[in-house]
């Protein structure tokens, strides 16, 4: 038993602070959808084509949900508590942004005020994840 033990015992025992190198994680992904978003939203609202907004609907909301996406990505995988720590509001300001991304937000809404309010938003994630990646 003794000899089983030792050959299925592990030989190395590494950690990490993040599942892949830091390097992968960049608000800018959210950043460059969310400005799509809103570009979108200044077409259609100068579009009375039918067709060309259904169009434009389905491509916001497929953005939205890639916004969603890298948000919660950045959520889960690159903060972690010392940042929660240091940035208290930082929970509440992922849940706004994933919010301002969603049905409340510009999932539902063609209005480019919503655009704007979610690239303010990644504007305050953005900040806070480069103040993290200073220290």
């Known amino acids: 038993m003794r000899l089983l033990s030792r050959i299925l015992s592990p030989r190395l025992e590494a950690t990490a602070h ?3 190198p830091c390097g ?3 608000p800018a992904q959210a950043r460059i959808e969310a400005e799509s ?5 200044e077409k259609y609202a100068a579009n009375e084509d039918p067709e060309f907004r259904t169009r434009a609907i389905l491509i916001a909301e497929q953005r939205s949900e890639l ?6 990505v950045l959520w889960t995988d690159y903060f972690k508590p010392p ?29 480019a005020k919503s655009g704007q309010q979610l690239l303010d938003y990644i504007a305050e994630v953005d900040k806070i994840f480069w103040e993290t990646k200073q220290g």
Do not use: R
């Open 18 to 20: 993040c599942d892949l």
């Open 24 to 26: 992968v994680y960049d």
């Open 37 to 41: 978003i809103k570009a979108i939203q």
């Open 67 to 72: 916004v969603k996406h890298h948000l919660w």
């Open 83 to 111: 940042h929660f720590e240091k940035y208290p509001q930082l929970h509440e300001l992922i849940n706004k942004a994933t919010k301002a991304a969603g049905a409340a937000g510009t999932k539902g809404s063609m209005e």
